[in-house]
Structure formats: structure tokens, C-alpha cells
T-cell receptor, first 114, second 111 residues
């Protein structure tokens, strides 16, 4: 059963530290999405890639967040420096680009910045 | 992005059908209607989608109004595992698969 995997599942860090979250999309999927979920804002799209190229990162704070896909099996979301307001659950999703446009979500990384 | 309106919460009893409504009065001709759900402590999962005709799959049915300004997700027999937040989302088929999640409907299922 193919799944999106995310690491770490939980991360507690102090303000100012760098945080890197990793995502392994489903093999063969060519589209990767990063979402953030908080109680106040709900689910927000931060960035997405197609064929490893960034297509839209307008939802991402540019000064501290960066998203990359070093290769087809790895997507990373980095926060530097982290702030308490970044505390959230970060989800990665992948899609195959077929007509159904289903997105398959990972289990998320719960980030707490103190 | 066209907007959807859903009730904040709904309740159901186990093994009864559930009809989850969604209003999307500003839907355009190229918008697909997608439904996702999010179980507690999990990422969202795809449920079903449609354009104009009613759709059925192993999870649910999607009934789309003739004018497409509303739709209803139908769970034929609710189970405790169906307790989740259900999101109705419009996706422009000319876009890049972007999904804009609203606040959804929290479904409570009682034994």
C-alpha cells in the first residue's frame, strides 16, 4: 500500500533554531504539495511542485521558509529561523496528475516552537 | 477561488445514512467538486469528486444539483470510523490541481 511518508512526526525546538521537515512522495507521483494546519487558519497551501519544479510558493513566508525537491523521492521544507507562530502541523501530499487529481496526504509533522 | 459553504457540524447515528450538504453558488463551468475528509490526528484523504453527473465509489456517493450550485456527499451507512471533518472543495480544472480547504463539516457519529 503506497503512502506518503514524513519525518520527523514530531519536532519540538526553540525559537531561532532551524527546522527541516522531509517528505517522501508516492513513487511515480510528479506533484508534491506542502500544507500547514493550525486551529486558527485551518489548512493552508504553502507551496507545490510539479516534476520537481516549484510552481507556486505564494502561501509561504519567503523570508524564513524554503521548499525544495532535491530529487523525485524527497521534498524538504525548511524554516530558518523558526518562531513560535510557526507551531503547526505540516502536511505533505503527492499526486500523480491523472484526471482524478487526487492528492495523497502524509501523516504530518507536528512542530512546536517554544 | 470559488467559495463553498458547509454547516460547521452534523450528527448521525451509526448505520444510518448521512447527507452532508455543500453550497457553491459561484461555481464556474470548469470547477470540479471535490470532497476530502480528515480523520482525527491524520492527514486529509480523498473521498470523491465530480463535475456534473452524480458519482459513486466504494466510500460514498456525490449528488450534484442540476444547476451545480450545491452538492451533497452521501455516506450510505455511517460507521464510527466515519467521524471526521469533511471538506467540500472546488477545483478549477484549468488550474494546477490547487485545493483550497475551507473549515469543513465536523461529522459526529454516535453508536
Amino acid at each position: 500500500d503506497a503512502r506518503v511518508t514524513q519525518t520527523p512526526r514530531h519536532k519540538v525546538t526553540e525559537m531561532g533554531q532551524e527546522v527541516t521537515m522531509r517528505c517522501q512522495p508516492i513513487l511515480g507521483h510528479n506533484t508534491v504539495f506542502w500544507y500547514r494546519q493550525t486551529m486558527m487558519q485551518g489548512l493552508e497551501l504553502l507551496a507545490y511542485f510539479r516534476n520537481r519544479a516549484p510552481l507556486d510558493d505564494s502561501g509561504m513566508p519567503k523570508d524564513r521558509f524554503s521548499a525544495e525537491m532535491p530529487d523525485a523521492t524527497l521534498a524538504t521544507l525548511k524554516i530558518q529561523p523558526s518562531e513560535p507562530r510557526d507551531s503547526a502541523v505540516y502536511f505533505c501530499a503527492s499526486g500523480s496528475g491523472r484526471a482524478t487529481y487526487e492528492q495523497y496526504f502524509g501523516p504530518g509533522t507536528r512542530l512546536t516552537v517554544t | 477561488d470559488a467559495k463553498t459553504t458547509q454547516p460547521n457540524s452534523m450528527e448521525s447515528n451509526e448505520e444510518e445514512p448521512v447527507h452532508l450538504p455543500c453550497n457553491h453558488s459561484t461555481i464556474s463551468g470548469t470547477d470540479y467538486i471535490h470532497w476530502y475528509r480528515q480523520l482525527p490526528s491524520q492527514g486529509p484523504e480523498y473521498v470523491i469528486h465530480g463535475l456534473t453527473s452524480n458519482v459513486n465509489n466504494r466510500m460514498a456517493s456525490l449528488a450534484i444539483a442540476e444547476d451545480r450550485k450545491s452538492s451533497t456527499l452521501i455516506l450510505h451507512r455511517a460507521t464510527l470510523r466515519d467521524a471526521a471533518v469533511y471538506y467540500c472543495i472546488l477545483r478549477d480544472s484549468t488550474g494546477f490541481q490547487k485545493l483550497v480547504f475551507g473549515t469543513g463539516t465536523r461529522l459526529l457519529v454516535s453508536p
